[in-house]
């Protein structure tokens, strides 16, 4: 339908109309009342087109009224050519758009400068957002309240949109909604822009191959890490940490402020992680590097812990999966080795009845004594599905290997913790047990649900 002038809004052109005579709208407003009518055009092309028809129209009807609308409100320059061809003097001003007050003309200024800020910045994909007036959003509401408008798009979507598209072509890099490596903020009210920088998430497996070590960095509890007699002045409690082997190669080849190690369960400190090793994801803060070789990286590593800490396996991740394998991890099945010693001399017959026994056995487990002071108190159930005596060293020491649930406390397995764990070896056997060593030999979850991620 072609507008004739008409007071009716039950026409599309007719609202635009209306909308153009009672403020003044740039293109990309305008057309953005009507985003969803024709594909492949932008809202300012869109704006441009309906204006253009308007314009044709106004002529062929000599509507002068409706070319001094364009004129003005529409701020139409082949209006006001239009009105100088019939022979009509018009005083243009420069009007704000009512609905962005110009920031949508302004945005390649905007990109522009966002360019700038991404050029010292390592990173493969973004995420723009944007912040808007509240009084802005306030007029659109009521201007498509008051001329029945369902088909418009909002501001803040066309903002993100355009910059974004103006990013990927100018920068060659790929908008990603759901793990950006850079978010791109842009607040359209103080007029600056932000960038955060995401954080570099790498998986893998790491074996520990000596004891001593614990999983993260230990601050010490008496300076808080700020060094005092009890701690050596290092302020920590021990000197290194897995956490702190696998992340300070990382740190130098990526140039990052600072990382943290998640890992799919934990070791004691007096234990070894043999086997294939335990999964874990190192998130490097702020990297100023991101496309690092993962080879490169690994062999780094594997030199600075000098045969204390391996790593295998790197590929890069999603923050998602460290929710996954510490989720999972809580219920993965390991199998451990443990070198013990009982008080009394073991019939061998009794150790055949201590391997009936665990066979396939829930456990009753109170949070042992030992770490009740940094966890929750509380009694557990989790399975034990074998254990078995693999070598007897002599009357008193055997070396025992367990099959069990993730998060049993298998020290305390062996040893009762005075009936804090039942049934247990101590109580089975009616002797103390003291463990002297303890080894992680395989953590069975296979994680293969991480290779794609």
Not at 334 to 341: H, P, Q
Request: net charge neutral; hydrophobic share 35%; aromatic share 6%.
């Amino acid at each position: 339908m072609i507008y004739t002038g008409e007071k009716s809004i039950d026409n599309w052109l007719n609202k635009a109309v209306e909308q153009l005579k009672s403020h003044c709208l740039c293109d990309s407003c305008l057309g953005r009342q009507f985003a969803n009518y024709g594909r492949g055009l932008t809202n300012k092309e869109r704006g441009f087109a309906i204006k253009t028809f308007l314009t044709m129209n106004a002529h062929h009807l000599k509507d002068v009224e409706l070319l001094k609308i364009l004129a003005t409100h529409g701020t139409f320059k082949p209006a006001v050519k239009t009105l100088e061809k019939l022979g009509i003097k018009i005083q243009t001003t420069d009007l704000e758009c009512f609905l962005c007050e110009d920031i949508l003309d302004d945005l390649p200024k905007y990109a522009d400068e966002i360019l700038q800020k991404l050029s010292t910045i390592d990173f493969s994909t973004f995420l723009v957002g944007s912040k808007i007036s509240p009084l802005l959003l306030e007029r659109e509401d009521e201007l498509r309240a008051r001329y029945h408008i369902d088909s418009g798009e909002a501001c803040k979507s066309e903002i993100n949109r355009e910059l974004g598209k103006y990013i990927e072509k100018h920068a060659g890099k790929n908008s990603d909604f759901q793990n950006p490596d850079v978010v791109i903020f842009f607040d359209a009210v103080e007029k600056n822009i932000s960038l955060k920088v995401n954080p570099l998430f790498i998986y893998g497996r790491y074996r520990k191959l000596v004891r001593g070590i614990p999983q993260s960095t230990w601050i010490c509890s008496s300076c808080q890490g700020e060094g005092c007699d009890e701690c050596n002045g290092i302020g920590k409690r021990y000197p290194e940490s897995i956490e702190e082997l696998i992340a300070h190669p990382a740190l130098e080849l990526t140039g990052g402020k600072d990382a943290k190690i998640h890992a799919a369960g934990r070791e004691d400190i007096d234990a070894r992680m043999l086997g294939n090793g335990r999964p874990f994801v190192l998130e490097i803060k702020d990297p100023k590097k991101r496309n690092v070789s993962l080879e490169l990286l690994e062999g780094a590593i594997n030199q600075h812990a000098n045969e204390k800490v391996e790593v295998s396996d790197l590929r890069k991740t999603t923050r998602e999966v460290i929710r996954q394998i510490k989720a999972r991890s809580k219920f993965s099945e390991k199998t451990y080795r443990l070198l013990v010693k009982i008080a009394r001399k073991i019939p061998k017959t009794e150790l055949h009845k201590i391997e009936q026994t665990f066979q396939s056995i829930t456990i009753n487990q109170r949070t042992p004594q030992r770490v009740v002071h940094r966890r929750v108190d509380k009694t557990r159930q989790k399975r034990v599905f074998s254990l078995k005596v693999q070598q007897i060293i002599d009357d008193h020491t055997m070396e025992v290997i367990v099959y069990c649930e993730g998060g049993l406390y298998v020290k305390e397995l062996l040893t009762g913790d005075e009936g804090f764990t039942t049934p247990s070896v101590s109580e089975l056997l009616d002797s103390t047990i003291e463990v002297l060593e303890i080894d992680v030999l395989k953590v069975h979850q296979t994680y293969d649900y991480l290779k794609n991620s």
